[in-house]
């Protein structure tokens, strides 16, 4: 099976859709709350940005998953098990890279 150029630019237009949209969340967020201001409304930002990780994440293991069915699909002589989705970044994952 060969992945057309087709095929991977609409994969790689979702990803950057995923992405994009949780980036203007995350930003629009922080350019509306003013996060910084105590120990609460950092928690506060870091547990939005979890949420926002946790919802972007698993549509992006979405798109992943259906792309790989679809050429497992088409490309294996023999059966291959279905996709999993990769897991989304832990609490401790996003606080470490919101305080950078």
């Not at 996060?35 to 609460?40: L, S």
């Not at 506060?44 to 979405?62: F, H, P």
Request: charged share 20%; aromatic share 16%.
């Amino acid at each position: 099976m060969i992945i057309t150029d087709r095929m991977w630019d609409r994969y790689i237009e979702r990803l950057r859709n995923v992405n994009q949209k949780a980036a203007q969340e995350v930003s629009k967020y922080l350019n509306t709350h003013e996060w910084w201001t105590n120990n609460a409304t950092k928690k506060a930002a870091v547990e939005y940005c979890y949420a926002i990780a946790t919802k972007y994440g698993e549509a992006a293991a979405a798109a992943a998953c259906d792309f790989y069915d679809v050429v497992a699909d088409v490309w294996a002589q023999q059966f291959v098990p279905p996709a999993e989705p990769a897991t989304t970044a832990t609490y401790g994952e996003v606080a470490t890279a919101f305080y950078g």
